[in-house]
């Protein structure tokens, strides 16, 4: 039911830059939707990290970013921190399907 | 803080019932949309359904409708998940998450706070 798709794994040094692609279609991303990022750390609730795009709730670190281009949006992590290990997904909105929520394939981030 | 708590998972065998519940706190919760997310093992997250802060409005993701009834209690700021005609296909841990406005299909379609989710595993 993933809509959306991210890489499966992506992985960096601390103090190094990473980026998570998400990719969706005309019907969702490129339909004008915005796109939401957040982490999910083993065992808890996933919590917000990027809202509208490129926006931060209060309490997200500014080393989090967000950006969308047509029918992709990208998460980026300058300065990996170690806590930073964590799945990655983005959702968004789909205006095709009955599944009107939809969601990335989600992506792990390993800080070597 | 805001908070949700699920409840009620469990382990039910292909064809039988089970109700899920999320308690909420730190938040006016009547004034909110509130929806359920799943996620099977190995795979990535799933809607599931939505209810609207009144609970008037509700809508299902195809894989649930007909099977699962999304309801809430406002007065114990609660929402609940009953699951009828579980399938090993509906094994997964079940999260309610908080929408931000008070009809879960109006923008900015997306949740600021979720719960850590109950494990429902379905099998004989």
């Known amino acids: 039911h993933s809509v959306l798709t991210q890489p499966p794994s992506v992985s960096g040094a601390p103090g190094q830059r990473v980026t998570i692609s998400c990719t969706g279609s005309?019907?969702?991303?490129?339909?004008?939707?915005?796109v939401h990022w957040y982490q999910h750390l083993p065992g808890t609730g996933p919590k917000l990290l990027i809202y509208?795009?490129?926006n931060r709730p209060s309490g997200v670190p500014d080393r989090f970013s967000g950006s969308k281009s047509g029918t992709s949006a990208s998460l980026v992590i300058s300065g990996l921190q170690t806590e930073d290990e964590a799945d990655y997904f983005c959702q968004s909105y789909d205006s095709s399907l009955s599944d009107t929520y939809v969601f990335g394939t989600g992506t792990k981030v390993t800080v070597l | 803080q805001v908070q949700l708590v699920e409840s009620g998972g469990g382990v039910v065998q292909p064809g039988r019932s089970l109700r899920l519940s999320c308690e909420a706190s730190g938040f006016t919760f009547s004034s909110y949309a509130m929806h359920w997310v799943r996620q099977a093992p190995g795979k990535g997250m799933e809607w599931v359904a939505v209810?609207?802060?009144?609970?008037?409005?509700?809508y299902y993701a195809d894989s649930t409708k007909g099977r699962f009834t999304i309801s809430r209690d406002n007065s114990k700021n609660t929402v609940y998940l009953q699951m009828n005609g579980l399938t090993i296909e509906d094994t997964a841990v079940y999260y309610c998450?908080?929408?931000?406005?008070?009809?879960?299909?109006?923008?900015?379609?997306?949740?600021?706070?979720w719960g850590q989710g109950a494990l429902v595993t379905v099998s004989s």
């Open positions: 209810l609207s802060y009144e609970g008037t409005n509700k």
């Open positions: 998450a908080k929408d931000t406005y008070f009809d879960g299909l109006l923008p900015p379609y997306y949740f600021d706070h």
């Open positions: 509208g795009n490129s």
């Open positions: 005309s019907s969702n991303i490129g339909a004008g939707y915005d």
